[in-house]
């Protein structure tokens, strides 16, 4: 934030006045580093509008609020997978947990009632925004205008921040690769996304699982680097649009991709599968789900368990389908 601190008239030879602002910056503060940024926001009578941020390039977890005792329950996350990348990524969660919480008293002190002003943030040279509205409930600020392009890390960004449905189109996520659970639990969210450059993306696991109102357009979207979609719209029990022009032929985890997405029903026999290794779970529940998979390649898949149960599927599985 700026304001004008004089103004200079210069007159040229043709008598022309031209007017030259000096500018005083008015930012009260000026945190160098995480730690120094956190502090702050975690203090309610601090502006946000007041922050200057130019110099930050890790908001991970800013405004996630988690006790203690949660970070046990992520830790255990990694003892329910033998992939070593999903491991790092869990240890790392857990990591960032440890760094962030608080001890159980604590969390309605630290919780941000205000976020008026979040949306002038200079974040620019920010790389990481992992988990940073987690939790924050009631966040519902404007932060389209935010230069997110250097951004590479936007997992579970929005997880659980129940109030915010504000748009995000304009933002650059060309150098984003994780976007997993990135609006998982953000049960108001619905708002367009199908614009957004996802071409690096490598994980969109858990993203709209349990984004019971989101249900906007994706097909627009280039998938072809994700390979985990586990759970990606799990519980999303609004959306019902069109993914048949996805090409997901790099995608080897499926589980429970649409389980329990009670009105998704699209054609899906254009996907190519044939890299997929899980499919369990994958539409189960899906109580509207009624199309045609004969198509698909599923020679790679270990698990298929339950992939149709309590669904209309049942009834009239594809030609593949072996059972339980």
């Known amino acids: 934030m700026q304001k004008v601190l004089k103004t200079i008239s210069i ?7 031209t007017f030259t602002h000096i ?10 580093n995480k730690q120094e940024l956190l502090k702050l926001v975690r203090d309610n009578n601090v502006y946000l509008g007041d922050i200057d941020t130019s110099r930050i390039t890790d908001m991970s977890g800013l405004f996630w609020v988690v006790s203690k005792d949660k970070c046990k329950a992520i830790a255990k996350w990694k003892e329910k997978t033998s992939d070593e990348r999903i491991r ?14 608080v001890q159980e008293a604590e969390l309605e002190e630290i919780r941000r009632k205000d976020f008026s002003g979040i ?15 987690s939790g924050a ?41 994780d976007m997993m659970g990135m609006f998982a639990g953000a049960e108001s969210f619905n708002q367009s996304l199908n614009s957004w450059n996802v071409g690096n993306v490598k994980d969109m696991s858990y993203m709209f699982a349990y984004t019971t ?12 680097n994700v390979t985990n979609m586990a759970e990606m719209f799990h519980e999303a029990t609004s959306f019902n649009q069109f ?13 429970s991709m649409f389980s329990f997405a009670l009105s998704f029903n699209q054609n899906l026999d254009s996907w190519n599968v044939s890299n997929v290794t899980d499919m369990a779970y994958m539409f189960a529940g899906a109580m509207s789900f009624n199309q045609s998979l004969d198509s698909w390649n599923v020679s790679n898949v270990e698990d298929m368990s339950f992939i149709f149960n309590f669904s209309r599927m049942q009834k009239n599985p594809p030609k593949w389908y072996k059972g339980n």
């Open 11 to 17: 007159v040229s030879l043709l008598g022309i006045s």
């Open 23 to 32: 500018y005083a910056n008015t930012f009260k503060y000026h945190p160098k």
């Open 88 to 101: 790092a990524k869990h240890e790392r969660n857990y990591q960032l947990c440890l760094e962030v919480s």
């Open 119 to 133: 949306e002038k943030w200079n974040v620019s040279n920010v790389t990481d925004m992992a988990w940073m509205f």
């Open 137 to 177: 409930v009631s966040f519902n600020q404007s932060l389209n205008s935010w230069n997110v392009s250097k951004v590479i890390s936007m997992d579970f960004m929005f997880a659980n921040a129940t109030s915010f449905s504000q748009p995000l189109d304009s933002w650059n996520v060309s150098k984003v690769t």
């Open 213 to 224: 109102s989101f249900n906007q357009p994706l097909n627009s979207w280039d998938v072809s």
């Open 243 to 255: 993914l048949n022009s996805w090409n997901v032929g790099s995608v080897k985890d499926m589980r």
